[in-house]
């Protein structure tokens, strides 16, 4: 059994969640900006479905990506050296929320619901959340968003709607993050996707270990803009 809990209601710790299904921690509260930035300081994050009721997860192991350890495959680099996409943060963030709720190949629905998106858009106006918008002329793309605390970047999603979108955009954001001295980003589930692209699994100790010491530094200041030697393609203007 997992606690169902109320706006007033603290968290339980995430040793208590479940192993079946893996993270399952709680059910409840509410999506307000105070209560997603408790959750992601404490290694927990939402995921539920339309109709469902708020589900909270903290899984062991966690899928993460260490920032320079992101993989460029052979295909990748000359998709990034071709020039064919620009690359911006921070600029589309809706649109990029929208792309990555867009149902996927063989799947009826989508976790990102109407009131996600509304909820990561108000993180988005206080600064804590993020976008990397793949342009090709005027169209998007592709991207990925998340939420920044301190040095630390969780992963929420991402999407494509041309060849490499998704790739073009985590690749130009660890490479940013890098320099920024964001060291990690959550990928919270284990995919072969993100495994084909440096991130693995760590325990659920250790995760939280690095949490604890990156979300005290001092944030990147918001909006962020991407560095325009990056990626070796242009940055739209």
């Given at each position: 059994?997992?606690?169902?809990?109320?706006?007033?209601d603290a968290?339980?710790p995430?040793?208590?969640a479940?192993?079946?299904?893996?993270?399952?921690?709680?059910?409840?509260?509410?999506?307000?900006?105070e209560?997603l930035?408790?959750?992601?300081a404490?290694?927990?994050?939402?995921?539920?479905?339309?109709?469902?009721?708020?589900?909270w997860?903290?899984?062991?192991?966690?899928?993460?990506l260490w920032?320079r350890d992101?993989?460029?495959?052979?295909s990748?680099?000359?998709?990034?050296r071709?020039?064919?996409?620009?690359?911006?943060?921070?600029?589309a963030?809706?649109?990029?929320?929208?792309?990555?709720?867009?149902?996927?190949p063989?799947?009826?629905?989508?976790?990102?619901?109407?009131?996600m998106?509304d909820?990561?858009?108000?993180?988005?106006?206080?600064?804590?959340?993020h976008?990397?918008?793949v342009?090709?002329?005027?169209e998007l793309?592709?991207?990925?968003?998340?939420?920044?605390?301190?040095?630390?970047?969780?992963?929420?999603s991402m999407f494509?709607?041309?060849p490499?979108?998704?790739?073009v955009?985590?690749?130009?954001?660890?490479?940013?993050l890098?320099?920024?001295?964001?060291?990690?980003?959550?990928?919270?589930?284990?995919?072969a996707?993100l495994?084909?692209l440096?991130?693995?699994?760590i325990?659920?100790?250790?995760?939280?270990?690095?949490v604890?010491?990156?979300?005290?530094?001092?944030?990147?200041p918001?909006?962020?803009?991407?560095?325009?030697?990056l990626?070796?393609m242009?940055?739209?203007?």
């Amino acid at each position: 059994m997992i606690p169902w809990l109320t706006a007033a209601d603290a968290f339980p710790p995430v040793t208590s969640a479940l192993r079946e299904p893996n993270g399952l921690l709680a059910a409840g509260a509410d999506l307000s900006p105070e209560r997603l930035l408790d959750a992601y300081a404490r290694g927990i994050f939402p995921w539920f479905g339309d109709g469902d009721p708020l589900l909270w997860w903290s899984p062991d192991p966690r899928m993460v990506l260490w920032t320079r350890d992101f993989h460029v495959s052979r295909s990748l680099g000359r998709t990034l050296r071709s020039g064919g996409y620009a690359v911006t943060l921070d600029r589309a963030f809706r649109d990029v929320v929208s792309g990555c709720a867009e149902p996927r190949p063989g799947q009826e629905g989508t976790w990102i619901t109407g009131e996600m998106i509304d909820a990561y858009h108000r993180l988005a106006a206080l600064g804590y959340a993020h976008s990397v918008e793949v342009w090709r002329d005027a169209e998007l793309a592709g991207g990925v968003y998340g939420v920044a605390l301190g040095r630390m970047f969780y992963g929420e999603s991402m999407f494509s709607r041309l060849p490499d979108g998704s790739k073009v955009a985590l690749a130009c954001l660890a490479r940013q993050l890098t320099r920024w001295g964001v060291e990690l980003i959550d990928c919270q589930m284990s995919t072969a996707h993100l495994t084909s692209l440096g991130a693995r699994e760590i325990p659920r100790t250790e995760f939280l270990r690095h949490v604890e010491r990156l979300v005290t530094q001092p944030p990147v200041p918001s909006p962020w803009t991407l560095d325009a030697d990056l990626a070796g393609m242009p940055v739209r203007k």
